[in-house]
């Protein structure tokens, strides 16, 4: 079964996280959805946290996004807002989940969202680990083909899977741990590698 995700803006924030998630949507094992308020926050929190960078670099990021997933974006939420009872500064994420009828909302900052507040609406709330590891576990060699060609497309520096896995482990310590041991299991001479 596919999982359709609302994306909090602490999970679309690391370049490598992000792009790990949308290639796995791309290929087929996740929905994701967002909202403009999401992408601004996104944007906002990385432009603070980068001298220099401004929301205009980031535009053609965004912009991509918003081409390669155009049903991703959720309208129409805002009248769910004061309904809804998590930390109020995240209450636009619930409401977008609820709109969208995601099944989860993937953040890192899960004590915004507790289950008293998210339960009755259907949606759950996992950390972007969880998130992989169940989809690992459900398409392991579709997830492995996946970040193999994530890691072939970065060439700017270029990247071994093991490089991209350093990186990504400060984020999904335990998708990357999976991974490699599927990465090691799915050797050269397995029939699957």
């Known amino acids: 079964m596919v999982v359709s995700a609302v994306l909090d803006a602490c999970v679309l924030y690391p370049v490598g996280l992000r792009d790990t998630l949308l290639n796995l949507a791309e290929a087929g094992c996740l929905r994701v959805f967002w909202t403009e308020q999401i992408l601004a926050e996104t944007s906002r929190n990385i432009v603070a946290d980068i001298p220099g960078l401004t929301p205009e670099h980031l535009d053609k990021t965004f912009a991509a996004m918003r081409r390669a997933f155009p049903e991703a974006m959720v309208e129409g939420y805002e009248h769910l807002v004061d309904s ?25 900052n899960t004590r915004h969202f507790s289950a008293e507040a998210c339960e009755p609406h259907g949606v759950s709330v996992q950390t972007p680990d969880a998130l992989l590891c169940d989809l690992a576990d459900t398409w392991p060699q579709l997830v492995v083909a996946v970040l193999s060609a994530q890691a072939a497309r970065k060439t700017r520096p270029p990247m071994s899977m093991a490089e991209m896995l350093d990186r990504l482990e400060a984020h999904v310590p335990v998708f990357v741990t999976t991974v490699r041991r599927l990465t090691q299991q799915d050797g050269p001479s397995s029939p699957t590698g």
Do not use: C, F, S, W
């Open 84 to 108: 809804m009872t998590n930390h109020p500064g995240d209450r636009h994420v619930l409401a977008a989940a609820v709109a969208a009828e995601a099944d989860t909302i993937v953040t890192i």
